[in-house]
């Protein structure tokens, strides 16, 4: 920005991280303009989907931060309409519940004593003989959990969700993932009297048991910022897809929109901050990007995402919030009951409205089967599971996400590192922020807090770097030598063949 240049932010993207970024903005009374690709929703992966007075999230998405600034700027947005909920998930494995966090009488139940044994001995017999240096995440559960437990509570649904075996993803991520987590902290809490971390540091996001929710689900945070900026005289452009990104070499210098109709408008600005997929944003550059920057940009790729709600005859369907679904005979994922998130996610409290989630990659056989196929499957695992008839299911609805989850190869973090360096060097006024505007799996809390930084940065002029953010939302202002840049492995890597 030139000396004495009123600041003018261009935001892309109207999820957590630019309307994070555009409500800090607005406290700095700084302008901005906000383009939104989707025709008339904001939230992005954390918006709520309404069907016939039926709401429902694009996945689940509790409110708990470690990073109290978090929370806070949660509680200032939408005050009395945040919830406390109590937590109540459960993994279904083979025809039975186990509590999820592990609680010690449930698991040796469902296990049964024989079987029991077994897992305690596979433990044992991994703590006294470990895989020596574990590259893959099968290896490092193995190592922490022992074999049978690591078959039962890991190893199916990981590779529902990456579509990748468990041989082939890193330990990087196991052991960032589950870092704070082991078997004797499961027991320690399951068995042991709790006793009240003295700060949010130490909890293990993990085992929380309660947490907050939008009463009427996570969109209605974002809602209400967009309302916000509505009133501030920058109203989300909704149906603005990114066409180019125009830049002199040194500096952007406008960003050109297309409409669904076809209509191009441009928007300059002083500042741009970009929370779309990078590699969207790359190959909109005009003019391109070098080649190899270009490059690595194409060679990352993404997981996405799948949620069928279906709308039951039934006031009660199962108590949980969520259900994980290791068993390996259905497709389906992760199973969300939204009244149990909030009562006023349904209209009629007679009924019941489960999001089943369907991972896969955008093309394949799962992505391209039409909507009717898709509710019929859900309805059909939901049966086979034993939670309810399908002459039980009224309604039902289809949501695509595509682009979900960042999914990497072995040399991801070179690719991004080649496009960081790239942007930092000859772009300095275009700021990363969010899950795919940084490419890193993470959760709505982290994403926030990437965009208040990037935001501070802007108006302030702070030099904060949003990639110390760590996966606890937590800004590091310092690395210590030798110590992994936190910006690294958020999630799976996969790892070369054996």
């Not at 993207?13 to 970024?21: E, F, H, S, V």
């Not at 909920?85 to 004593?113: Q, T, V």
């Not at 990087?172 to 006793?195: E, G």
């Amino acid at each position: 920005m030139a000396e004495g240049e009123r600041p003018h932010v261009v935001i892309m993207g109207a999820g957590p991280a630019g309307l994070t970024a555009a409500y800090e903005l607005y406290k700095h009374d700084v302008p901005v303009t906000i383009l939104e690709k989707d025709p008339d929703q904001v939230g992005g992966l954390a918006r709520t989907v309404e069907h016939k007075g039926y709401r429902f999230d694009i996945g689940g998405h509790r409110f708990f931060s470690k990073n109290q600034e978090v929370e806070d700027l949660w509680t200032e947005i939408l005050g009395d309409e945040m919830l406390n909920r109590g937590r109540l998930s459960r993994i279904y494995y083979r025809g039975r519940f186990f509590a999820y966090p592990i609680k010690a009488a449930n698991a040796l139940w469902n296990l049964g004593p024989l079987e029991a044994t077994r897992c305690v001995a596979s433990y044992a017999w991994a703590r006294l003989r470990p895989v020596k240096n574990p590259k893959s995440l099968e290896d490092w559960v193995r190592n922490q959990f022992g074999w049978r437990l690591f078959t039962i509570f890991f190893k199916t649904y990981t590779e529902k969700v990456w579509g990748i075996s468990t041989r082939e993803l890193s330990a990087d991520w196991a052991a960032q993932r589950i870092k704070s987590l082991d078997l004797w902290l499961v027991l320690r809490s399951a068995l042991l009297p709790r006793r009240r971390p003295s700060n949010r540091g130490e909890v293990v996001t993990t085992l929380i048991d309660k947490f907050r929710y939008p009463r009427l689900g996570p969109g209605q945070m974002w809602e209400r910022v967009a309302e916000i900026s509505r009133k501030k005289g920058s109203p989300v452009l909704f149906g603005r897809s990114i066409d180019r990104v125009k830049h002199d070499g040194e500096r952007v210098r406008s960003i050109v929109s297309r409409s669904a109709t076809g209509i191009l408008e441009e928007y300059a600005g002083t500042d741009f901050v970009s929370s779309i997929p990078i590699r969207e944003l790359i190959g909109r550059l005009e003019p391109p990007a070098p080649e190899p920057v270009r490059r690595a940009a194409e060679s990352l790729s993404y997981r996405d995402f799948i949620s069928i709600a279906l709308m039951i005859d039934r006031a009660d369907v199962f108590p949980d919030n969520w259900i994980y679904i290791h068993d390996p005979s259905v497709r389906v994922g992760r199973i969300q009951n939204f009244k149990n998130w909030s009562p006023d996610m349904v209209p009629d409290q007679t009924k019941t409205c489960l999001g089943l989630e369907y991972f896969c990659f955008e093309g394949d056989g799962l992505w391209t089967s039409d909507d009717a196929a898709l509710v019929e499957l859900a309805k059909k695992e939901l049966a086979q599971l034993g939670i309810c008839s399908p002459e039980q299911v009224f309604d039902g609805v289809v949501v695509r996400q595509q682009k979900a989850y960042p999914v990497y190869d072995d040399a991801y973090q070179s690719h991004v590192d080649v496009i960081r360096n790239y942007l930092k060097n000859y772009l300095p006024n275009l700021h990363l922020a969010g899950r795919n505007g940084m490419h890193k799996y993470n959760n709505q809390d982290h994403s926030m807090m990437t965009a208040l930084l990037v935001a501070r940065n802007i108006a302030a002029g702070t030099a904060f770097d949003p990639w110390r953010v760590n996966a606890d939302a937590v800004y590091h202002e310092d690395i210590r030598v030798g110590e992994r840049d936190l910006s690294g492995r958020q999630v799976p890597e996969k790892i070369a063949a054996r």
